[in-house]
């Protein structure tokens, strides 16, 4: 992850410092997952993105959440996921698919996650096909 990015997340964090290292390690992951993408630190959330967004981290909207030290991982995609681990699904376009997933440990970003990942890089990108 860029040493550049540091600052905004420690503003981002402030006063969540579990918040931020789970931040840090989900972020090293996902850009390493996919070459050529960024972070972009902005108000209300993390923007990941390479030519167009493909996903984003934010703090949940629910305190119960919050009070877990857990972030919110957003991902669109071609199709709906079917799985236990989507917190949330919606189709705001045809044939765009919003999932929310509640991340609580680095290790959240596994083998079928960063596919995932992968699949709503190539998404954004143009590349990826509904299933």
Do not use: N
Not at 4 to 32: K, R, Y
């Amino acid at each position: 992850m860029d040493d550049a990015l540091t600052p905004a997340l420690l503003a981002f964090f402030a006063g969540a410092p579990e918040e931020f290292s789970l931040a840090c390690a989900l972020l090293e992951g996902i850009l390493a997952a996919c070459p050529g993408s960024a972070a972009v630190v902005q108000k209300t959330q993390i923007t990941l993105k390479g030519r167009h967004v493909f996903a984003a981290l934010s703090l949940p909207r629910r305190s119960r959440d919050r009070k877990a030290h857990r972030l919110t991982l957003t991902l669109g995609l071609a199709r709906r996921l079917d799985s236990p681990r989507v917190d949330l699904a919606t189709e705001p376009y045809p044939g765009r698919w919003t999932h929310h997933f509640l991340l609580s440990a680095p290790e959240d970003l596994d083998g079928p996650m960063l596919a995932w990942i992968q699949e709503a890089y190539a998404f954004a990108e143009g590349k990826g096909r509904a299933h």
